[in-house]
């Protein structure tokens, strides 16, 4: 196996970037969900996992390291995360009061519909969620949902036949013919070394499956250019429901990893299953 892909996302539920290299530690990778919006009104966090009110982040889009982060609006323009009045731009084009945060507050949480009460009605409706504490799996102050890092496999990408932007993982690893779909769920508890090939494993990056990645509504939602898509929810629905611990059985695609050993990824990287 081999590491695809590496992205981030530096302001969480906005798209991110393709970077060629990730650095990572028990916090996650640098620069990855570091910047946030939190609704004024309710203190919770802004995430797209709320369509109804929060869609429109995914037609915004994040990149840059850390400290120089630039934000795409949706009609192309560009502005500074750290420029003056950000707070009053995003809260106008959006609808709702918000503030860029740099640091997630102690507790801090999100609202999450149940995604087949959003594919059921529609992304407009007036449906139930749940308020979830966030980051309960990492250390540190960064907006990630739960584990320092995001992996996902082209075996499942390509079974549920979506685009992997969809599931916003940090880490996108090719595997090789005839790999199982959704085997990331055998990988909690287990080891990956990453490294370059030829190189001793004790030299790479060590990470351990933490949890199935369950999915909520943002993979069936529009990306940017890309168009609404109710099967990269509704074929996991199907196929891959899982009783993850603490949280129940939901559709799952992908695993959450904790860092044991950091360093940096690369593209190219070699995966090994331990």
Known sequence: MLVATLRRYPVKSMLGETVPSLAVDAQGAEGDRRLALVDVGTGRVATAKHPRLWRGLLQFAAHGDPGRVRIELPDGASVAADERGIDELLSELLGR??????ERAAGASVERPAPE???????????????????????????VDYAPLHLITTATLER??????????????????????????????????????????????RLRGALPTPRCAVPTLEHGPLPRAPHAVRTPMAENRVDVPGFGVLPCAGVYLDVLAAGTIHTGDQVTLN
């Open 97 to 102: 009061p918000v503030h860029l945060a740099t």
């Open 117 to 143: 009460d959003v594919l059921e009605h529609g992304v407009e409706a007036e449906v139930d969620y749940a308020t979830l504490e966030i980051a309960q799996g990492t250390t540190g102050t960064s907006f």
């Open 160 to 205: 549920i036949g979506a685009e992997a932007v969809r599931y916003r993982p940090n880490l996108v690893v090719t595997t090789p013919p005839g790999f199982p779909a959704y085997a990331e769920n055998d990988w909690v508890g287990r080891e990956l070394s990453i490294g370059r090939p030829g190189h001793a494993a004790a030299d790479g990056v």
